[in-house]
């Protein structure tokens, strides 16, 4: 049993939040990177149009980033098989969730910054326990 939700509905949500990889695979681990992937260049699009002072594309790229958040990563979760891992899990994008909303309404860039570290965190812990067939 896997913390994860079955990938084949996330997979569909992953596409419909526009996430550009050019990759289409049914390996969980890869789908969850892909996410953290998507997740991590919205935040970095959104601070450069903050930078800019571009609002519509800085709520456009948070929206994003959200919505990988919440509808592919959050949603994946296997709440029953994933034990306190994935009940972590859920409170830590929950968490950036609300940071990012924040960062939206303040125009935060250090917000931004907090919430693309703790992705950035989750993706070195997720690299870490590739599995070996994965690995390059």
Same mark, same amino acid.
């Given at each position: 049993?896997?913390?994860?939700?079955?990938?084949?509905?996330?997979?569909?949500?992953?596409?419909?939040?526009?996430?550009?990889? @050019?990759?289409?695979?049914?390996?969980?681990? *890869?789908? /969850?990177?892909?996410? +953290?992937?998507? $997740? %991590?260049?919205?935040?970095?699009t959104a601070r450069g149009?903050?930078?800019?002072?571009?609002?519509?594309?800085? @709520?456009k790229a948070i929206g994003?980033?959200? *919505?990988? /958040?919440?509808?592919? +990563?959050?949603? $994946? %979760?296997?709440?029953?098989?994933?034990?306190?891992?994935?009940?972590?899990?859920?409170?830590?994008?929950?968490?950036?969730?609300?940071?990012?909303?924040?960062?939206?309404?303040?125009?935060?860039?250090?917000?931004?910054?907090?919430?693309?570290?703790?992705?950035?965190?989750?993706?070195?812990?997720?690299?870490?326990?590739?599995?070996?067939?994965?690995?390059?």
């Amino acid at each position: 049993m896997t913390m994860f939700a079955p990938f084949k509905s996330n997979a569909s949500v992953y596409g419909s939040v526009q996430v550009e990889t @050019g990759v289409a695979t049914n390996d969980p681990h *890869r789908l /969850v990177l892909m996410l +953290l992937d998507g $997740a %991590l260049e919205a935040i970095v699009t959104a601070r450069g149009a903050l930078q800019r002072g571009d609002v519509a594309a800085k @709520g456009k790229a948070i929206g994003k980033a959200t *919505r990988i /958040v919440e509808e592919g +990563l959050r949603a $994946a %979760l296997n709440q029953q098989a994933g034990g306190e891992l994935a009940a972590n899990l859920n409170t830590l994008y929950t968490y950036i969730n609300a940071r990012l909303t924040h960062a939206n309404l303040r125009n935060d860039d250090r917000t931004l910054q907090e919430c693309h570290q703790l992705l950035g965190n989750v993706r070195d812990a997720w690299l870490a326990i590739q599995p070996a067939a994965g690995r390059k």
